[in-house]
Each structure stands twice: as C-alpha cells, then as structure tokens.
C-alpha cells in the first residue's frame, strides 16, 4: 500500500486498544482528544480486547459516528494482549499513517500536526511524542525519580529533547508510516500488556529494530511538541508497582536481545545505566544533603529500580535459554481474514 493510499497524503487513523469498562471515562476523554486534533484524523479505531460488552457499549455510544466513517470499533482479531489489538488496528486502518493513543490518555490538539509534520522526510518511518504523567494524587510522589517515568507509561529524564533521532519510539504515542508494517510485519505477541496481568512490554522496541533491519536507511523520530497526558492511577504510585515494574521490564529486555541481539537490543539501555541513573543517584543524594524532599528516596528507588530489572533480565534469560517463553510476529493480515502468527525473522521465536 502506497502512503498515498485511499487516504491521501496526510492522513492518520488512529488506533486506541481498550480493554476494560473499569477506564470507560478514560477511553471517552481519549476519544474526544483525537476527534479536536487541529488536524483531523481519518478515523479513530477503537479495538477492544475481548470484551464483549465493552464492545457493545462502545459499538452503541459511537453509532452516529460510525455511520459518519469517524469512529469504529473493532474486536481484537488476535490473542488477547495490546500487540494483537494493535495489528487489529493495523490491518483495519485506512489511513497513510497510523497513530496509537493509549485509553487512559489523552492528547492535546496538535499532536497529530506534530506527527505529520516529521514525515516530510520520507525516509522518517516512525515519530513519537512525549508523554506527560498526570498523578492521580495530584502531584509526583516525592520518591518517584523522573528518571523511571517510564514505569508509569511516561517521557523518562534522560531523553534529548526537540526532535531528535532515536532508536524507537515509545507505543502509547507514536505514530508510523502504514507501509512501514508492510516491511517489518506487526507488532509481536508474547511481549507486550495483557490486560491486568504482569506488566511486561518493550513490544515497540522489539518493532522498531526489526523495521531498521528490514528498512535500510529508516529514519525515527520523536518530537516532544506531539504531546500526551497519561493519566497514573494511585495504585501505580506505590513502590510495589515500581518494583514490579522494573522487574517485568528486565524480563522483557531478555526477549528483545534474545530476538534481535544484545548489541541492539540494550544499545541505549548502556547509556541510560551508565549515564543517566548514576547521575540521577548523585542528584538524589545531593537533595538528600540539602534536606530536599525525597532525595534520598528518589536515590534510592533509582539503586532499587536498577537491582530488580537487572534480576529480571536474568531471569528472563535464563527461561529464554530454556524455551520458556515464547513471542512471535508476522505480516499483518487483512481484517477479513486475520493470519495467524508466525515468525517473520529467522530467530523471532524465542
């Protein structure tokens, strides 16, 4: 499909992935950000993750719109998990480029402006944004270093600003050309969220490396002016879901350098624990010095968060090794008459 397409040559569908009635004001709020874009979308996907009465009452509440060709709703095509209800996406998609929203999201009015302006180069595949947290208590918990926002779905410190080149792009917002699936297959199941389950991820990460191979030449961005407000439930301001947080990610990062190799897979992981997190540390002890608030908390979970993801990658690795757990992906297939998955890489199956 040419990015042409039937869409024409800025279009965008975007995709947002729901699973549950318990975010259902979320999902509208997400819902209601997308349709005020100062450039509008083609469509709005929502795919819902098996979910049957979610889907009706989402099918009943955008009735009109979908009569209108604005809104659709989908069910997850795939097994249950936000990889597959993301190539659900994918595949129904009619736009040029496809943009992913998550439902506890929202977006302000021209973060699709600030993703069609980064494809003016075509050799840009994918652009991403920065995604801001909004803490249910109101304000960042005083432990909570910023280097780790990314436990929370978030822009973490440490990433360049502006819009700047980067390995890959971060899932809940980010955006790609639709050829770019055409080349690289979908996103890969086994890795990603599955609902309430434990938080694993990196399925993007494992995508965009596996889009630069395929793409010699390819071009990803992020531009921080393309900017999301995620919202932190209270429950993920606790330290337990840090830790577990860090912990799953470390499992994670074991599939993705055993799929891809080490050598890119943990490519900038080396210099944000190199860099960024001993920096953080210091930061930390210097508030602490100065009787700041949460400076040694902050220290602290950084020393922490690095402990238990690096126990995780071992854990990961070793169950790897083992054919423990197993992750594929594949071509995205038409809407009407979903594939079945397979690997698309000699090596994609772990």
Same mark, same amino acid.
């Given at each position: 499909m040419s990015d042409q397409g039937l869409a024409g040559e800025r279009a965008f569908s975007v995709v947002i992935c729901v699973y549950t009635e318990d975010r259902w004001q979320d999902i509208l709020a997400a819902v209601d =950000?997308?349709?005020?874009q100062t450039l509008p979308a083609l469509e709005t996907l929502l795919v819902v993750d098996h979910n049957e009465r979610l889907r009706d009452r989402l099918t009943a509440t955008y009735r009109d719109a979908t009569a209108r060709g604005e809104v659709r709703v989908l069910a997850n095509a795939g097994p249950r998990g936000l990889s597959a209800g993301r190539n659900t996406g994918i595949a129904a998609a009619r736009g040029a480029f496809v943009a992913f929203l998550d439902d506890d999201a929202v977006a302000e009015r021209d973060? $699709?402006?600030?993703?069609?302006? @980064?494809?003016?180069?075509?050799?840009?595949? *994918?652009?991403?944004?920065?995604?801001?947290? !909004?803490? &249910? =208590?109101? +304000?960042?918990? *005083?432990?909570?270093p910023g280097e780790f926002d990314w436990v929370v779905g978030c822009t973490y410190r440490g990433l360049p600003p502006g819009r700047v080149r980067v390995r890959n792009v971060l899932g809940g917002n980010a955006s790609f050309r639709?050829? &770019?699936?055409?080349a690289a297959g979908g996103f !890969?199941?086994?890795?990603?969220?599955? @609902?309430?389950? +434990?938080? /694993? @991820?990196?399925?993007?990460? #494992?995508?965009?490396?596996r889009l630069a191979n395929a793409v010699p030449g390819a071009v /990803? $961005?992020?531009?921080?002016? *393309?900017?999301?407000?995620?919202?932190?439930?209270?429950?993920? #301001?606790?330290?337990?879901?840090?830790?577990?947080?860090?912990?799953a990610e470390g499992l994670s990062k074991a599939l993705v350098?055993? =799929?891809? @190799? *080490?050598s890119k897979g943990l490519e900038a992981e080396r210099r944000y624990t190199t860099r960024v997190l001993p920096a953080g540390v210091l930061r930390g002890l210097r508030d602490a010095v100065l009787a700041r608030p949460g400076g040694a908390g902050r220290a602290g979970a950084i020393v922490a968060g690095v402990a238990t993801a690096a126990a995780g990658y071992l854990r990961g690795t070793l169950r790897a090794r083992r054919g423990g757990t197993t992750f594929s992906s594949g071509p995205i297939a038409p809407p009407e008459a979903p594939a079945r998955p397979h690997d698309a890489l000699p090596g994609a199956a772990v």
């Open positions: =950000s997308v349709r005020a973060w $699709l402006h600030w993703f069609a302006a @980064g494809y003016d180069d075509p050799r840009v595949m *994918a652009v991403g944004g920065r995604t801001l947290p !909004a803490w &249910a =208590s109101g +304000r960042r918990p *005083a432990w909570f639709r050829t &770019a699936f055409d !890969a199941t086994g890795i990603g969220r599955d @609902g309430d389950r +434990r938080p /694993l @991820g990196c399925e993007e990460t #494992e995508l965009c490396i /990803l $961005l992020i531009d921080d002016r *393309a900017v999301i407000h995620h919202k932190v439930p209270a429950a993920r #301001e606790r330290f337990g879901y840090f830790r577990t947080r860090t912990y350098a055993r =799929s891809v @190799g *080490a």
